[in-house]
């Protein structure tokens, strides 16, 4: 049986032209790019070029791009990294202490907030309408002459719901406060410019476009006050002490290279599968669409059922060969429903009976069929034996 | 190193629970079930019914589940129709969480509340029996449903604000 990968959002296999790419850095010039020889200069050479390639993707200036080890680190080095460094510049005395986020950033953020929270920072949590968009009504509303930082994703990893940043990059910036964004589910897939946008800071990752996992970046707006979380070395800047994974920051570049080239005719083409796939899920009695219909990531579909439960819908598709994922709580160590289809309105069962489709660059219109043959018979086997089949049937 | 199953969620699971899983047994409703036993909570996520069917001697001749709920709460139903089918309620009460697990060659942890939610469906079908058929209800049993009905309480209410 041939698998099929729809869990794109998750991650991505690493495309063949980048670990060629980055082949040489692991085996020729292993250089450490602090060192003074000829093997540490190749190797800082291929870092500066990278950036720049980077730094190209966003509209970005190469010395604002900051690589780190995961998106993970890039967001709590965001919001630690702004809110560290407005304390430590106040000596003691009063400083802005409040920073917006929206109800369904990423666990990073969240958690990140939470430890910001017990440590003198108040945090406002933005709602999101039902197809879970912020309004940026709202952000203007939120900011007090407390706030230093407003952070929203650019688009959700779960709905695949697009933000808009344009408009709160818009408002931070005429209210004088640092927007950043998790653009880690749209980096390379949507066009993003960081200048037009207002974004002081903003989250990319590797592993999400077709680049090696454990590399990521932080984008730093020239004049942005960030305190690092990582001391030692000096590197990036000064922002982020390690020493540098240059054969992972050449295959991030390399990545990089390949979205923007094939950008506008991939998402042409994702969206297109998606849209013939959710017309068909929807099909399916009972099934709503989580997110919104079309201001939504070309590779993102989220659907919830009725009356059957997510992590019996994955396994049951994973023995059939199709990998997806789910927002049911039983999916996860924690047993909560995901908060951000609890965000957006879904109750607690609905959430539990959700499943999240992400296509990627090697998805096939052959695959989405064999998908979509294969999944209604799931959910109906599931509900069969489910004790709300007979009132599902009544409605 | 503990071997195991990679073809498909080979470390959360055992295979008995992914075979149970795949091809579960007794699915499905007794029409004229001598009791049921409803457990658990949709808001979190697993719910059990249980379908009993009593003959005269007390023996359960007949026994169905429909479950909402995770690849674990499916196999937890389905594992314990086999260990109860045939035998007396007196028996069946015997069952116990752990026999469950064991039965399913272990479960994860944070999956242990299913062995728990499948033995309380027992325990609340026997009791819907012996109260539709009005007998007296021993207190151990008693005390059992009264601890099952109160977490069911506690669940539903922690959850009124969502």
């Known amino acids: 049986m041939k698998k099929i990968y729809l869990d794109y959002a998750s991650t991505t296999p690493v495309d063949k032209r980048v670990i060629k790419a980055m082949e040489p850095f692991l085996t020729k010039n292993y250089g450490n790019t602090m060192s003074l020889h000829s093997f540490g200069q190749e190797a800082k050479l291929a870092l500066e070029n990278s950036r720049q390639v980077l730094a190209d993707l966003i509209n970005a200036k190469p010395n604002e791009i900051i690589f780190t080890g995961s998106a993970t680190e890039s967001n709590n080095q965001a919001l630690k990294g702004v809110a560290l460094r407005e304390r430590s510049e106040s000596k003691g005395g009063q400083y802005k202490n409040h920073i917006i986020i929206s109800a369904i950033e990423h666990a990073c953020i969240m958690e990140s907030a939470k430890w910001l929270a017990k440590n003198g920072f108040e945090i406002t949590k933005l709602p999101v309408d039902k197809y879970g968009m912020v309004n940026p009504e709202d952000v203007k509303k939120a900011i007090t002459p407390k706030t230093i930082l407003v952070s929203v994703m650019h688009t959700s990893n779960e709905i695949g719901t697009i933000e808009p940043i344009a408009e709160i990059g818009k408002i931070c910036r005429e209210k004088g406060v640092y927007f950043h964004t998790d653009a880690v589910q749209s980096f390379g897939k949507i066009a993003i410019d960081v200048k037009k946008y207002n974004i002081d800071l903003l989250t990319g990752s590797a592993h999400k476009m077709y680049g090696p996992k454990g590399i990521a970046l932080l984008y730093v707006r020239e004049g942005v006050k960030i305190e690092p979380i990582l001391h030692g070395g000096g590197q990036e800047n000064g922002l982020r002490s390690s020493t540098v994974n240059v054969p992972a920051i050449v295959g991030f570049a390399k990545a990089a290279e390949l979205c923007k080239v094939e950008m506008k005719k991939e998402g042409a083409r994702q969206i297109k599968l998606r849209d013939k796939a959710i017309k068909e899920i929807l099909k399916i009695k009972g099934t709503r669409l989580n997110g919104h219909s079309e201001n939504r990531l070309p590779n993102n579909i989220n659907v919830s059922f009725p009356y059957i439960e997510g992590e019996s819908l994955i396994i049951r598709l994973d023995l059939e060969g199709i990998a997806c994922s789910t927002g049911s709580a039983c999916s996860s160590y924690k047993l909560e429903p995901s908060y951000v289809l609890l965000a957006i309105g879904l109750k607690p069962e609905e959430a539990h009976g959700s499943l999240r489709i992400s296509l990627g660059r090697f998805t096939t219109e052959k695959e989405i069929n064999h998908l979509l043959k294969v999944l209604p018979k799931i959910v109906k086997q599931l509900e069969l034996m489910s004790p709300f089949k007979k009132k599902y049937e009544k409605e | ?162």
């Open chain 2, 1 to 162: 190193m503990k071997k195991n199953s990679a073809k498909t969620c080979g470390s959360l699971y055992t295979e008995k629970v992914m075979e149970t899983f795949k091809s579960p047994h007794n699915y499905g409703k007794i029409k004229d079930a001598s009791g049921i036993g409803k457990v658990g909570n949709i808001v979190c996520g697993d719910v059990m019914w249980l379908y009993i069917k009593v003959d005269k001697k007390e023996v359960i001749k007949d026994i169905k589940f429909e479950t909402f709920g995770c690849v674990a709460a499916i196999s937890t139903s389905s594992i314990i129709t086999d260990l109860v089918k045939g035998k007396t309620i007196k028996e069946a009460l015997k069952i116990t969480k752990d026999n469950v697990i064991e039965s399913l060659g272990g479960l994860p942890k944070i999956k242990y509340h299913c062995s728990v939610l499948a033995v309380d469906a027992l325990i609340e079908a026997v009791y819907d029996y012996y109260t539709k058929t009005k007998q007296v209800i021993p207190a151990d049993l008693q005390k059992k449903h009264y601890i099952i009905q109160k977490s069911k309480d506690v669940i539903e209410k922690r959850y009124e604000g969502l």
